[in-house]
């Protein structure tokens, strides 16, 4: 049994041919990621993933391990308009939505216009979002979830396709504030990145230190993005898939039966993580040339989905124990 999304009738001909095309369209886009980012297969997926399903990521690593490369790359293949924020400790939200300014005409008549900040592009990267102060990084929420911002009661549309990109500290170094927690629920996925394996680190020593390096190339179009992400909200979805999503997210809350959590979680994810693995395990399948998700997507995915949307106990961090940690023994359940 299979669970359809709501969109218009699509028949199976047509959705075949229209993965297939899809398929192509995603391989050109990884060689043209591979030609510059180096190794990190998996942290290439998982945000190609956040993006071909319509979403945001947070990718979280130590500095130096290309994450503001990996972003500026994916801006070029995919032909997005990419603005850069450098988030600091003195950044305003002014500096991000933009603000109104006075003017005189001629006459001397005076009025007001809007100058729009970096934010309006269709890849936003926000570069180490955690520098800044949770009043200036409380500025994303509008623009992450509706799409569009309000300035002066004025509300003034992003452009579409629109996605937010941001890199984060880890929280243990100095000059960084944790991310408000409404804010990490509006990233589909944390995409933690760790230091590259030893032939990768090989390749990057003999390809990023002569005197070219390797360049992007665009590959794709916006609009054709947009189009591969209103495929992918058709794609069917399995009922066991459903299932265990249903099972996993409602696992990971207090009150809900399971006594690893009771003892380990403070509080857990919320519906926005069910949307959030439906949309992923869908873009993941058709990333790896299935027109369906499996079970398997949903284990592959649950980490990067809940770990930035629950938190422990103070008990359970005094024990050591981590959120993937709990992660990991929920996705065994399912």
Known sequence: MSVMVKESPI???????EAEKALADISRIRDGVGRV????ENVVERTLVALLAGGHALLVGVPGLAKTKLVETLGVVLGLDSRRIQFTPDLMPSDILGSEVMEQDETGKRSFRFISGPIFAQLLMADEINRASPRTQSALLQAMQEYHVTIAGARYDLPSPFHVLATQNPLEQEGTYPLPEAQLDRFLMQVDILYPEIEAERRILLETTGVEDAKAQNVLQPARLKEIQTLIRRMPVPESVVEAILTLV?????????????????WGPGPRASQ???LCTRARALYDGRLAPSVDDVRALAEPVLQHRMALTFAARAEGTSVRDVVAKLVKSV
């Open 11 to 17: 028949s199976e001909t047509d959705m075949i041919a």
């Open 37 to 40: 980012i180096f190794g990190q």
């Open 250 to 266: 409602r696992s990971a809350r207090p009150g809900q039966g399971n006594a690893d959590t009771d003892k380990h979680v403070a």
């Open 276 to 278: 959030a693995l439906m």
